[in-house]
């Protein structure tokens, strides 16, 4: 059966590394992906992911933008939706899920899927937030079946009613928790290869720089722990060239001196490694869906922090983690995160991630069942 994924783009974190974490533990003799994304100037030469994704057998369609030509996107996904024979439509667009599952109802594809990713998101756009509520309607009407990555995110693009109903499902944000287990010689290589000594204390931020991660205020923290114990560095993993705020980032590291105790990395293929050279995760984000990074930090045996009401409660597997309220001061963050960080033996916490549901070759297989069956009730 053929499924097929829509999404803004596969490069790096986020939608891209759930989609490629579940389709890579499914038997793909029963469920074969093609994904749909935006043909963006970032992702135009290929990017992290989908080089993983042909291997497996996927079709990549890159499709013109909805934000440079509405009506040329529509063309070009009518066009893929009536030639690919798919059984069912997964869409990750939030509120343009509904476009979508029309689309995909006007070409006979009976199950529609719209995935909820995000939550607590503040549009201040009084446009957008017209259209938006339109778009919340029109998933009443074309959408089969409800997913979301957290009960907050299904309550944000759904309405509160949605929770109770049986079509609804939550979707976890599932790792391969055996990737993240606490190595000491990793740790050792990590450091090597960036030149840290081994008493340095390592702050780490996974995540493409953007408006929602609040990177500005990453490094207002980490000015604020450097001042308390000098011997730190920051290691920034995500893709940063294409952050049009990322010169502030660098003004703002000179005029502290901290210049040279920040270190971004880029895309890596190998973040449960590179995880392994942090004593503490900080990912101060003004919302999320879920976060699977809060998840990852916590499986490779670290000292995690998040935003208190805005990262959602169901990434609260261990002890791990804590939530701080965004109303702190940076230096509160700071005291905070030294406080919790410095003095803790790692662990491996592989059977509370698991028993948390966050196992991804048990989930993966739950998904798959999920798309058989549906179809096969048809």
């Not at 929602?212 to 980490?222: S, V, W």
């Not at 001196?257 to 984000?285: C, E, H, K, W």
Request: some cysteine; glycine content about 6%.
């Amino acid at each position: 059966m053929k499924v097929l994924q829509i999404a803004v783009g596969i490069n790096g974190g986020g939608v891209g590394a759930v989609l490629l974490n579940y389709y890579s533990h499914m038997d793909h003799n029963d469920v074969k992906f093609d994904i749909i994304i935006d043909d963006l100037p970032s992702v135009k030469n290929g990017s992290l992911n989908e080089a993983a994704f042909k291997q497996m057998g996927c079709n990549i369609f890159r499709v013109t933008p909805k934000s440079v030509n509405l009506k040329e996107n529509i063309r070009q996904v009518s066009e893929i939706m009536k030639n690919g024979n798919y059984d069912v439509l997964h869409s990750n667009m939030e509120e343009w899920s509904a476009l979508y599952c029309r689309l995909a109802k006007m070409h006979g594809i009976n199950t529609r899927i719209a995935h909820a990713h995000l939550a607590y998101v503040n549009t201040p756009s009084l446009i957008k937030k017209m259209y938006n509520r339109v778009l919340k309607t029109g998933l009443k009407h074309y959408v089969t079946d409800f997913f979301a990555c957290s009960r907050d995110a299904g309550k944000y693009l759904f309405g509160d009613s949605i929770l109770k109903k049986d079509n609804f499902k939550v979707l976890p944000n599932a790792i391969e928790t055996n990737k993240y287990i606490y190595n000491c010689e990793t740790r050792n290589r990590i450091r090597k290869e960036f030149g840290i000594s081994d008493n340095t204390f390592v702050v780490g931020f996974v995540g493409r720089l953007y408006y929602q991660k609040n990177p500005e205020r990453m490094l207002r923290i980490f000015n604020e722990i450097c001042k308390k114990h000098s011997d730190s560095r920051l290691i920034v993993v995500g893709d940063y060239k294409c952050y049009p705020k990322f010169s502030g980032l660098t003004d703002y590291a000179v005029k502290n001196g901290i210049y040279n105790q920040i270190i971004y990395t880029g895309l890596r293929q190998d973040v449960p490694d590179v995880m392994q050279a942090f004593d503490a995760f900080v990912l101060p984000s003004r919302y999320e869906g879920f976060g699977i990074v809060y998840i990852e930090a916590q499986a490779a045996g670290l000292m995690t922090f998040g935003t208190a009401k805005v990262v959602p409660e169901e990434v609260n597997c261990t002890k791990l983690m804590n939530f701080i309220d965004s109303e702190k001061t940076d230096k509160e963050w700071a005291d905070i995160v030294l406080n919790k960080s410095l003095n803790y033996t790692r662990e491996d916490m592989s059977t509370e991630i698991q028993n948390c549901g966050f196992e991804i070759a048990i989930e993966a297989k739950k998904l798959q069942k999920f798309y058989i069956e549906k179809v096969n009730r048809q």
